[in-house]
């Protein structure tokens, strides 16, 4: 009985179904008597038969239609369209009249929503998931928002269907089509299964019923690896709807294959089996590059003066703008360090996903409590028996616009984590999270060395701003030497005696001069040795991100260390939350030259004519002093990539 399936996408335009379909029977020698030496193959009307052979080793018969029996030689037979009867169209194979193989005319169609966005018809059925433009396979979204308000867990931690318009999105669907004779099933049955691996990771539901109620039953996913598919007379459809249960990992590709058969009922001999393969689709972060959608602030017992200038910067940006309350962070205002926002895409749905930190401190409730729900999703990682550190923190989490490198195209851009010089005892992110990010695939991770700062975030010594040009982006790094530089330059212009932390806001903190500052040796080699463990990054991402010097800006900036942990001198400027062309830049309090801050001066000479607005944002006591500055204490909500992740090549 020969199967046949396909696959279509969800938006294309109807179209009628391609019946070309074929079944290679390679073995043809192998049922034959040991005398045989030949055989003939013959169709009826509604069968072609095809000889597919190697000249090398059989020869075309020019008298007596008989072929060589050789596994050189195979039978490729196919059908223009589905049987109307069992047996109603038959192969006969004959060697010395002897009659091999008949029956013929059974389709089994699996037609696959949620596909990709241009209709792609395959015969047989996908059994590989391929990437790029021209690439094949569906794709599956991982149910993980919350639809019903009255739950207490993600969508996918339940075998029911809920608000179904919502439930619903956020699987795909998938329509088992088997077009033929009735009787096929009066001693035959469908089986629709999974692998046990699989299992763990997907749901599915059966749509029964009409337009006016429809019921969803759990079918397979967890411990139900087999579903007999029921195929009333003359129905010719059945509807399935699958929800993923799991993101890409280190033990998962991402890749999930279901698998239909048709078994000889009394025995259960099974005829035919074909697949389908769906990816999982990735969790992906967006750049500072990528619009801003909505800015989290907390709001803490200190701060509200720092709560409201970000707010007024987001109404200028055009932003939502959420702010944690007190009872909710608990006093912990490093928002930043908490969640990363990022998104789940397929050509159906896009929605956001909020992925939470093991960091477990105060703030810990907040991203499942409150951010998880309709069309908002939510992951997070346990580490693997680890304790968790401050590179833990997802400050230490970044990612870089889109790049090319060495010919190598990054549409997504590539995550940017920060982790140890190699060497024993070094502090890293956990394999956990690292396992996770490196999965996802589609933004391969860069990893950074952090181990030299007394917290160990990326985002310490390194940002991203919008900017026009050949890469549509510059990145920002803290640079010692451009500090030393300018404060050489003011010395020569007669401002040696110009103070840092000067004025009424900081009147507890004690100044220095510029003079104090190029006098003094032990500072400097604590920024040389700083400065070399930027420069080491600095190559690393001119190299990994396909970067050239005109792509980077030095921002000016001092750190002090103690036990070869750097944290900064003056309010670290590249710490800054990017809201668009408005840039949010901690407050440095530098020399006054002529009433003016000369490191603000010097950053608005080195930002502004990239058309970028920059805003100086005082957080010295509440974040500076704390070790953290303003992108520590803010999150930031982007727009999805216009790029669809499946058309990339990792």
């Given amino acids: 009985v020969l199967a046949h399936t396909k696959i279509l996408n969800k938006n294309c335009l109807p179209t009628a179904c391609l019946l070309h379909h074929g079944v290679r029977t390679p073995a043809v020698y192998s049922r034959t008597p040991k005398d045989a030496t030949s055989f003939d193959v013959r169709g009826t009307p ?21 072929w060589p029996l050789d596994a050189g030689v195979e039978v490729v037979v196919t059908m223009k369209a589905p049987s109307n009867a069992v047996n109603d169209n038959k192969v006969s194979f004959f060697h010395s009249c002897f009659l091999l193989l008949k029956r013929i005319g059974f389709q089994l169609s699996g037609l696959v929503h949620c596909f990709r966005t241009k209709p792609v018809f395959v015969l047989p059925l996908q059994r590989e998931w391929t990437w790029g433009p021209d690439g094949q396979g569906a794709i599956l979204l991982v149910n993980c928002d919350r639809d019903d308000p009255k739950s207490s867990d993600m969508d996918n931690m339940d075998f ?43 749901g599915v539901f059966h749509a029964r019923g009409d337009d006016v109620l429809h019921q969803y039953e759990h079918v397979l996913g967890s411990d139900e690896l087999s579903y007999v598919v ?5 129905q010719e459809e059945d509807t399935f709807y699958v929800e993923g249960l799991a993101f890409p990992d280190a033990d998962f590709s991402g890749l999930i294959a279901f698998h239909v058969t048709l078994l000889d009922a009394p025995v259960e001999n099974p005829i035919f089996t074909d697949t389908v393969v769906f990816h999982m689709a990735p969790w992906i972060m967006t750049p500072n590059t990528q619009r801003p959608l909505e800015v989290f602030v907390c709001s803490v017992s200190d701060n509200a003066d720092f709560v409201e200038a970000v707010s007024e910067l987001a109404r200028k940006a055009r932003c939502k703008l959420t702010i944690c309350p007190e009872v909710e962070n608990r006093n912990d205002r490093w928002i930043q360090d908490e ?32 951010i998880l729900g309709p069309d908002f999703g939510y992951v997070t990682r346990e580490p693997y028996n680890e304790t968790v550190s401050g590179l833990d923190s997802f400050g230490n989490l970044e990612v870089s616009p889109p790049v090319t490198v ?23 992110m956990t394999k956990a999270v690292r396992d996770f990010l490196y ?76 003079d104090e500052i190029l006098a003094n040796e032990n500072l400097r080699r604590e920024n040389d040795y700083v400065q070399s463990c930027i420069d080491w990054n600095r190559d690393i991402l001119k190299r990994e991100l396909g970067l050239s010097e005109k792509d980077i800006i030095d921002l000016p900036q001092l750190f002090t260390v103690i036990d070869k942990e750097a944290s900064a001198f003056f309010p670290d400027m590249v710490n800054m939350i990017v809201l668009g062309k408005h840039l949010g830049i901690p407050k ?63």
Avoid at 165 to 194: E, W, Y
């Fill in 46 to 66: 509604g069968v072609d038969v095809y000889i597919v052979h190697n000249p090398q080793v059989a020869k075309v018969p020019t008298c007596v239609p008989r």
């Fill in 588 to 650: 440095p309090f530098g020399p006054l030259v002529n009433g003016q801050c000369c490191l603000e001066e010097n950053v608005r000479s080195l930002l502004e004519p990239l058309g970028l607005t920059c805003t100086f944002i005082n957080d010295f006591f509440t974040y500076h002093t704390l070790l953290g500055e303003v992108h520590c204490g803010t999150n930031v909500r982007r727009k999805p990539f216009s790029f669809k992740w499946w058309n990339m090549i990792p």
């Fill in 339 to 370: 969640m990363e926002f990022g998104y789940v895409q397929a050509p159906h749905k896009t929605f956001p996903v909020v992925f939470d930190s093991p960091r477990d401190r105060e703030l810990q409730d907040f991203p499942f409590k409150s």
């Fill in 406 to 428: 060495r010919r190598k195209e990054y549409p997504l851009g590539r995550i940017l984590i920060g982790s140890s010089f190699p060497r024993v005892g070094g502090r890293r």
């Fill in 439 to 514: 999965a996802q695939k589609v933004q391969p991770p860069v990893e950074l060395y952090v181990d030299w700062l007394c917290v160990g975030h990326v985002d310490e010594f390194l940002s991203f701003v919008p900017a026009p040009g050949r890469q549509g982006f510059r990145l920002l790094l803290a640079s010692l030497s451009a500090c030393y530089k300018l404060f050489r330059e003011k010395q020569e212009e007669g401002y040696g005696e110009a103070r840092l932390f000067e004025g009424r806001i900081l009147e507890t903190v004690t100044t220095t001069t510029i």
């Fill in 230 to 234: 029921d195929r009333p007379s003359g």
């Fill in 160 to 202: 029911c269907v809920v608000h179904c318009n919502r439930h619903l999105r956020d699987m795909s669907c998938m329509i088992l089509r088997t077009q033929g004779p009735d009787a096929i099933f009066d001693d035959h049955k469908l089986v629709l299964h999974i692998s046990v691996s699989d299992a763990e990771k997907v």
